[in-house]
């Protein structure tokens, strides 16, 4: 853990230059504007008055945010996202982006109260100086994307990564947060920030997870449900995957595959890319460099909550194995599945935990002689030092055919995966509908994935099902779950 204590904080004049900066911005570009408001959100600006914070609202240099008995939500122009917590106040200190990373971007925020998620943006990614969060006792800089930070009631500054690393700084030191790991600037400057075990609440309760509330008129997704607004994934390492695809084996048929797990041992992301949307565009294998890209095509499926994102590519992806770069086409009723997010960096010792479905791709058959099917599920998981998962799965086509098998797994680490296989006598693991499984070892399923979060809250799994009962049919799919 890193310490060092490169410059001098003073308590006070802190306060004052945060409190001050609402007062000092030019007037310019506006820097953001709020995507959502629930409760008693206002924004005061260089008048010092305090107006009621609507969903649209342009932010800009000067603006303090009050959330009160509310919460809010601010995307920037350079796609940063801020969530803000109940009794929270933030500040706009400084910011300045015209689609460049020159140097002359600024991001330089105050945290005067309460606690907020954010993923940065363009700012930051380049020059890591010109983003900056700063509370009465510390100041949050960035080595990566994504974090929670609170000012507590004592005064103290505490920061867990949700992604990347952030760096940790008071006048006696500065440590690195990386994702799933906490630190705290104590409320006295002369002790330096240092590890804890401590998660960032709002009072005396956790901070509940974002359940923003829509009226009439909002946005809707096309079954008329809300359009749930999430913290996008942002491009950087420290991603794992859990992937399932098929590709032409090059004897006039398709084979089909997994990775990401323990699957893959020692698979290590050492960039995953995404787009503005949150959505996987690339993926590398820091291991053996290893690589899949959407070259020229298009999400078929995508979903995310902020913590997982979960796809299906079709069209041209480019595959490079070290041997150079290979292409595979894949039509409607094919695809390349994943889902991807930031493992659990310390699992829980203790305790048991149920996950339902959170989404899922369409499961594809290898060939595409059909359309995509669906998939459902759920997870059981006891945890300790050697954590144990029951999974259930059901895969169903619209040619007739399904699957429906239950496996086991137990792992000590983020990383997990379970097989299961037909074989003996009766009764078999894996069943089938529609023709499907009808031989006593026809039919095996493997499946990887990891838990993500900083609590292990969600967990990721790609899957293939292996069926030569008649011919060779193989099915692969990729879904997400979250802690009930």
Same mark, same amino acid.
């Given at each position: ?19 001050? #900066? !609402?007062?000092?911005?030019? #007037? ?35 603006? @303090? ?14 796609? !940063?996202?801020?969530?803000? &917590? ?45 983003? &900056? ?43 690195? @947060? ?12 002369? &002790? ?49 995957? !859990? ?177 299961? &296989? ?63």
């Amino acid at each position: 853990m890193r310490q060092t204590a490169p410059f001098r904080l003073n308590r006070s004049g802190l306060m004052l230059a945060l409190i001050s #900066a !609402a007062f000092a911005g030019e #007037a310019g570009a506006a820097a953001g504007r709020a995507e959502f408001t629930i409760g008693g959100v206002t924004v005061s600006g260089k008048d010092g008055v305090q107006r009621p914070l609507a969903r649209g609202t342009e932010l800009d240099n000067g603006d @303090v945010v009050r959330t009160n008995n509310g919460r809010a939500q601010i995307r920037f122009t350079d796609g !940063a996202y801020v969530s803000l &917590q109940p009794n929270t106040e933030f500040g706009i200190r400084e910011y300045r982006y015209d689609n460049r990373t020159d140097g002359n971007e600024r991001g330089f925020f105050g945290l005067l109260k309460g606690a907020m998620r954010t993923v940065t943006g363009a700012i930051g990614r380049i020059n890591r100086d010109r983003y &900056q969060i700063a509370t009465p006792t510390a100041t949050v800089g960035i080595r990566g994307t994504g974090g929670v930070i609170q000012v507590q009631d004592d005064g103290s500054t505490l920061v867990i990564g949700t992604s990347g690393i952030w760096s940790l700084t008071n006048p006696a030191g500065s440590v690195d @947060v990386p994702a799933g790991n906490s630190a705290v600037a104590p409320s006295d400057p002369n &002790q330096p920030p240092q590890e804890t075990t401590q998660q960032p609440t709002s009072g005396p309760a956790p901070i509940p997870e974002e359940e923003p509330v829509f009226v009439a008129g909002e946005e809707r997704t096309p079954t008329g449900g809300p359009v749930v607004p999430f913290i996008p994934l942002m491009t950087g390492p420290g991603y794992t995957v !859990a992937l399932a695809y098929s590709f032409d084996n090059g004897q006039g048929g398709f084979d089909a595959t997994i990775d990401g797990g323990e699957f893959s041992t020692n698979f290590q992301v050492s960039d995953a890319v995404f787009d503005a949307q949150g959505r996987l565009t690339s993926i590398t294998d820091s291991i053996n460099g290893s690589s899949a890209t959407l070259v020229n095509g298009q999400h078929a499926e995508f979903n995310s909550d902020g913590i997982l994102a979960w796809g299906r590519w079709t069209g041209e992806v480019g595959f490079d194995a070290g041997r150079g770069i290979v292409s595979e086409i894949y039509n409607a009723n094919r695809g390349f599945h994943y889902v991807v997010g930031m493992p659990t960096a310390s699992m829980p010792t203790s305790g048991t935990a149920t996950y339902s479905l959170a989404g899922a791709t369409s499961p594809t058959y290898a060939d595409g002689r059909s359309a995509p099917g669906t998939f459902t599920g759920n997870l059981g998981v006891t945890f300790g030092g050697s954590t144990s998962i029951t999974g259930n799965f059901a895969v169903a086509m619209p040619d007739g055919k399904g699957w429906q098998w239950s496996s086991s797994t137990a792992t000590s680490s983020a990383l997990f995966s379970m097989s299961v &296989q037909n074989f003996g006598s009766p009764p078999f693991p894996i069943t089938g509908t529609g023709g499907a499984c009808a031989g006593v070892s026809s039919c095996r399923a493997d499946v990887t994935g990891f838990f993500a979060g900083a609590s292990a809250e969600r967990a990721g799994i790609g899957y293939i099902i292996q069926d030569s009962t008649s011919g060779i049919i193989d099915v692969v799919g990729a879904a997400a779950f979250k802690k009930d």
